[in-house]
RNA sequence: GCCCAGUUGGCGCAGCGGUAGCGCGUUCCCUUGACAUGGGAAAGGUCAGAGGUUCAAUCCCUCUACUGGGCACCA
């Protein structure tokens, strides 16, 4: 042990661990009947990517809970797997075709541009998991236990599904105004769209009236879209706007002419009162077309191009368009005003691009009665968030609901299970050739007639006419369909295995609150819906790891830490524990590297106190029991402290408050053990060494085992070289064995005892630091209490004071004898003289005395209000006044002792 | 606009009815045989502001001001 290094150095012990476990397969779970199961299915993260700090916290997170669980006895699984991630997974790869090829998906077609996606998935879509090794994961991921949402199992669950849903009638295709992405040229859900403010422009446009009149002004921030204006609306209530409806007006640069119809839902004071109806490019205008019966015009294509307007327009990009509008508005004196204003403007959440509102046929999930067994669960808490404060939001968001658009106009994901006949459904169909020339389906319609079949594969037989020629429909389902049934599909639903059996419902959720709706929501509905039981009943929300300055790490800001890289420079461990130390529920972490290199250091002390009490340990013989009883006030009080950090840990990682279960663990091993207990365990290995190394060991083993589901490394190499005293071969994972506070060693009689001892000791350090003594230099000191318990304590344990205080003569008593030249320093009642001959600074003594002075006096006036103050002491609970009482008296001796001591400096 | 969080020493954060703690940083002393990735000590805060409840408020309530976030069709 003497030539082991001085510093741990994790690389060696990682590499050797992470081969073990795989090798061991420890991490595998199994269908135990009668044991009890705790099951956590990960976030399947999308196959585009890398690992992040946001993984890293989550994942770390998801660690602790599953190895501690193990440790306490239940069949932890942890089910890993990935997601195909839909829209941003092609994006990516549409990109790098771009980049790398020059070609774009419609160049290669679609049966080609599915092959590339594929062998990207089998080359890279399991990068993410080989990282998961060198964080030191619990996670399982031998190929055949690793799922993916497209994979034959999961492809299953999501027909099965689409065909319950297409049976009850929840999944319908409609007509509707949709979000639409211009850039990623598909529709949206609601929840897919982000709302980012921007400064735009209110334009102030006049239309002339038909018959050459004045006609009337609107405002608008998107003049672009006047080509498709089908009428001008007033608020029936306005004043400035009576008995105009009815009437006619041009819209300029053109020489359509619309009416100006009254409708309530236009704001009263607004703009200028009158807006301007757009049916086809705004879902508020849709609807009060709809009302009116007005025609629905698109000028904007699904590429964001204009069409349906004038020549000049036609083709042009909607951003060039409505700059030009505008100048053409103005040079024909259209253009009435222009106005800053702020406008929270829809962006798609994977391209960023301004989302159209964009009408056409879509398939849709009918939200109502698949929301309200989830809302039923979330509000009598059957299903609860930590932090709680998501509930509210999650119950609003599943009260105003609108149903679902799950058709995605992609090529990577789900295939849409529906088959047209061409021969009945052709009317309904449109064709187009790709560029490769064949025959693609470009437009389906159930207003003209297509007649969808819910077929998994291609029906053989037309079952209206008999018809044998098929074709699919072109769309595929939201990434976040197959996403939903993740914590059934992961077990094989509909299938009914063992292993859904036993495993399902899960235990808990671990995820960010940033996909709250899209995913959480979605996985309880398809949970309730097909097995009647929540799919978990907890739901762990966690953090945002941002930069240290507090901004969201991002590529374009440069501010993105790599986990990686930081467990390179640090060790996993290190890495591990700094997130979790910050890992308040509810918060999100501001991450700075510093905070490593403390969990470094952390991880350097427990490997240097190890190495200490193996060397004191010399040839002492294992295996070493905990004894049963202290010896000593130390070993009383380290035991308490003990038990209290094993108890806090488990309850706070119980509560997923790893910040309060991670700090309570490094206070202990750091302060109590180390610094004061290891120091007191110093001066009796002469004396009484097995006694003291057995409390050290087992101590030591038992924080390790408590700390092992943070720091799975360190505590596993320190453990294996513990072995020879502990007698524990088994890994901490297969122990079944969480240390358990032992309710007999609380001992608060011994916290108190020890607590005084340790503030005389500090008290007197301060002294010797304060006058430089030099530090080989042993001192005389005397104590003086009259408290008789406190005197006790004190003189049976001299040793301990003249241990950590360095004194060679050490007196105690009611009474002391002051020699002049000494430093007076008061903790609780004990009072000490510090013999500094030679030493002492006199004016800086009696500086310090006077210090002392002021703020007992500050102290004692304060005390004194309050105890007399009748309302205090008819009021206050006793133990209050009792406490104020004592406080007072300490003051008082604290003042005293000063009084005394600068007395007799004078 | 509505809702929710946050505002605590230089920085980052805990705490939460009995006048404040941690980590980092700062200053001083120390290579005392586990650890300088260490030890000992010190300085530094009227707990955003104003009211209220209470014997007592950083902690509970109300309002205000900032800072984040969620939701919302205001063209």
Not at 289 to 317: F, T, W
Not at 453 to 465: G, I, N, T
Not at 574 to 591: M, N
Request: net charge neutral; hydrophobic share 40%.
């Amino acid at each position: 042990m003497a030539e082991l290094p001085k510093a741990y150095e994790p690389k060696e012990v990682e590499k050797k661990f992470t081969r073990k476990w795989k090798e061991s397969g420890i991490y595998k779970a199994r269908v135990v009947p009668g044991k009890q199961p705790y099951v956590i299915v990960v976030p399947p993260p999308n196959i585009t990517g890398s690992l992040h700090m946001g993984h890293a916290l989550n994942w770390t997170l998801q660690d602790v809970l599953i190895r501690t669980q193990r440790m306490l006895g239940k069949e932890a699984f942890w089910v890993p797997g990935t997601d195909h991630g839909g829209i941003a997974t092609q994006n990516v790869l549409e990109k790098k075709l771009a980049k790398e090829q020059h070609v774009t998906r419609h160049d290669l077609g679609r049966e080609k541009f599915l092959e590339i996606m594929w062998q990207w998935y089998k080359d890279c879509g399991n990068m993410i998991l080989t990282q998961v090794e060198k964080m030191g994961w619990a996670l399982d991921i031998s190929p055949e236990n690793v799922r993916f949402t497209m994979d034959e199992k999961r492809a299953a669950a999501v027909y099965e599904c689409f065909k319950q849903w297409w049976d009850k009638k929840y999944i319908y295709r409609g007509k509707r105004m949709i979000n639409w992405c211009v850039r990623c040229n598909t529709a949206l859900s609601d929840i897919e769209v982000e709302h980012s403010e921007q400064k735009g422009k209110l334009y102030h446009i006049r239309y002339a009236g038909a018959d050459g009149g004045k006609g009337i002004v609107i405002a608008t921030t998107r003049p672009e879209t006047i080509f498709a204006d089908a009428a001008v609306a007033v608020n029936p209530k306005d004043d400035n706007y009576k008995n105009l409806a009815g009437q006619k007006v041009k819209i300029p640069l053109t020489d359509r002419i619309i009416p100006i119809i009254e409708d309530e839902d236009v704001e009263l004071g607004f703009g200028t009162g009158a807006l301007k109806i757009t049916p086809a490019h705004d879902p508020v205008d849709y609807v009060i077309g709809q009302r009116h019966n007005l025609e629905a015009i698109s000028v904007i294509s699904d590429k964001g191009k204009m069409i349906n307007c004038p020549a000049k327009y036609l083709g042009m990009d909607r951003d060039t368009c409505r700059k030009e509008t505008v100048k053409d508005l103005d040079a024909a004196g259209f253009l009435v005003k222009e106005e800053t204003h702020d406008n929270a403007v829809g962006v798609c959440y994977r391209c960023g691009s301004a989302i159209e509102p964009y009408l056409s046929e879509q398939w849709f999930v009918k939200m109502e009665e698949l929301c309200a067994p989830v809302i039923k669960a979330a509000e009598e808490e059957e299903l609860k968030f930590y932090p709680s404060r998501w509930k509210t939001p999650f119950l609003n968001w599943l009260k105003n609901i609108q149903d679902w658009c799950i058709s995605r106009q992609i090529w990577w994901g789900h295939r849409i299970p529906v088959w047209y006949c061409t021969s009945c459904s052709k009317d309904g169909l449109t064709f187009t050739a790709d560029k490769q020339g064949n025959k693609q389906i470009t437009k389906i319609s159930f207003e003209h007639g297509a007649k969808p079949l819910v077929s998994h594969d291609k029906p053989a037989k037309c079952p209206s006419c008999g018809g044998h020629d098929f074709v699919q429909d072109p769309d595929v389902l939201d990434t976040w369909f197959s996403s939903a049934l993740w914590p059934i599909s992961v077990f094989d639903w509909p299938e009914k295995t063992k292993e859904l059996e036993y495993f399902y419902p899960t235990s808990t959720m671990v995820t960010g609150y940033e996909i709250i709706y899209l995913w959480v929501a979605r996985m309880v509905m398809t949970g309730l819906d097909f097995t009647g039981k929540l799919p978990f009943k907890d739901v762990f929300l966690t953090s945002i790891v941002r930069d240290k300055t507090g901004k969201k790490m991002s590529k374009s800001l440069g501010n993105v830490i790599d986990p990686l890289d930081l467990t390179e420079k640090y060790g996993t461990d290190a890495v591990r524990f700094s997130l979790l130390t910050q890992a308040v529920l509810g918060k999100d972490i501001p991450y700075a590297e510093e905070s490593v290199v403390g969990s470094r250091n952390f991880c350097n002390k427990i490997y240097n106190a190890s190495r200490f009490i193996l060397m004191n340990a010399g040839d002492i013989k294992g295996p070493l029991k905990m004894p049963a009883k202290p010896k000593e006030l130390a070993d009383a009080w380290i035991l308490d402290r003990y038990n209290c950090a094993l108890q806090t840990a488990k309850e706070q990682t119980l509560k997923f408050n790893m910040a309060a279960a991670s700090n309570a663990l490094y206070h202990f091993l750091w302060n109590d053990f180390c610094d004061w207990y290891i120091e007191l365990a110093k001066q009796r290995f002469e004396t009484d060494r097995e006694y003291v190394v057995s409390l050290l060991v087992n101590i030591l083993y038992g924080t390790l085992k408590a700390l092992h589901p943070m720091m799975p490394f360190i505590t596993e190499e320190i453990a294996g070289v513990l072995k020879p005293l502990t007698g524990s071969d088994k890994e901490f994972l297969l122990q079944d064995s969480y240390p358990l506070h032992d309710e007999t060693r609380f001992n608060a009689d011994a916290v108190k005892k020890m607590e005084l001892i340790k503030g005389v000791i500090s008290a007197a350090r301060t002294v010797r630091s304060e006058f430089n003594v030099p530090p080989g230099l042993k001192l005389n000191i005397s104590f003086k209490t009259e408290d008789a318990g406190e005197l006790k304590i004190i003189t049976e344990h001299a040793d301990y004071i003249k241990l950590l205080c360095k004194i060679e003569n050490f007196s105690a008593g009611k009474t002391a004898v002051k020699k002049p030249k000494s430093a007076t320093a008061v903790f609780s009642n004990v009072t000490a003289y510090i013999e500094l001959e030679g030493i002492i600074d006199i004016e800086k003594e009696k500086a310090r005395l006077g210090k002392n002075i002021i703020s007992a006096k500050a102290n004692i006036d304060n005390r004194r209000a309050r105890l007399s103050d009748e309302r205090f002491i008819k009021n206050a609970p006793p133990e209050q006044i009792e406490k104020v009482k004592t406080e007072l008296a300490a003051e008082e001796l604290k003042l005293s002792s000063a009084q005394s001591a600068l007395k007799d400096l004078a």
